[in-house]
């Protein structure tokens, strides 16, 4: 079945480490994106992929950094700089700009 | 700039029951507007998308409309079961951008059997 993998599913991370969330598709979208979901508001854009060795700012991206070395894949990495960390993190890819999202389950980040 | 807001923040009904979803967007310049669902922890899910060119989608008990003009869209849900309980969002693509969606902070669903 095609879809968006994320692992894990729980993060946990203590102050001043970075780690790295997962995120891989076997959709064959050239576009990916990572989002940010914290209660009562909107998801928020960190990056996003047009395609691969290419990826832009979104509107969050402070404390962020992502590479996309294969179509399949586009990890995040939150680093020691981003001071707020904690939150639901979502992976989204599509096939271009009039074509729907398809999302990943999430991952869930918390600082220990 | 663009803004997309959904009331109320959340709704319950009894089973059995039509209802009516609301997303509102101040500006009328979009490319298109999505629908999702997303239950509790877990990712979203696509409903519709409707294009800029187009007036509605049905998938199933569920019918999306667009009205550009007043910046509106609403998500119906025919015959509720405790099933469609979730949290459902809408989200704008802008005119101005090739990749960028404006959300909405969605409507928390509950249907009461």
């Known amino acids: 079945d095609g879809g968006i993998t994320q692992s894990p599913k729980y993060l946990f991370r203590k102050e001043g480490q970075n780690v790295t969330l997962s995120c891989e598709q076997n959709l064959n979208h050239d576009a990916m994106y990572w989002y940010r979901q914290d209660p009562g508001q909107g998801l928020r854009l960190i990056y996003y992929?047009?395609?691969?060795?290419?990826?832009q700012k979104g509107d969050i991206a402070e404390g962020y950094s992502v590479s996309r070395e294969k179509k399949e894949s586009f990890p995040l990495t939150v680093t020691s700089a981003q001071k707020n960390p904690t939150a639901f993190y979502l992976c989204a890819s599509n096939l271009g700009v009039n074509y729907g999202y398809t999302f990943g389950s999430g991952t869930r980040l918390t600082v220990v | 700039k663009q803004e997309v807001t959904q009331i109320p923040a959340a709704l319950s009904v009894p089973e059995g029951e039509n209802l009516v979803l609301n997303c509102s967007f101040t500006?009328?310049?979009?490319?298109?507007l999505q629908w999702f669902r997303q239950d509790p922890g877990k990712g979203l899910t696509s409903l519709l998308l409707?294009?800029?060119s187009q007036r509605e989608q049905t998938s199933g008990r569920l019918n999306a409309s667009l009205d550009k003009s007043s910046g509106r869209s609403t998500l119906y849900i025919a015959a509720s079961q405790p099933g469609d309980s979730a949290t459902y969002l809408c989200?704008?693509?802008?005119?101005?951008?090739?990749?960028?969606?404006?959300w909405g902070a969605g409507t928390k669903l509950i249907i009461k059997p």
């Open positions: 409707i294009q800029s």
């Open positions: 500006d009328s310049a979009i490319y298109n």
């Open positions: 989200a704008v693509r802008p005119g101005d951008s090739n990749y960028q969606l404006i």
């Open positions: 992929s047009q395609i691969v060795n290419d990826f």
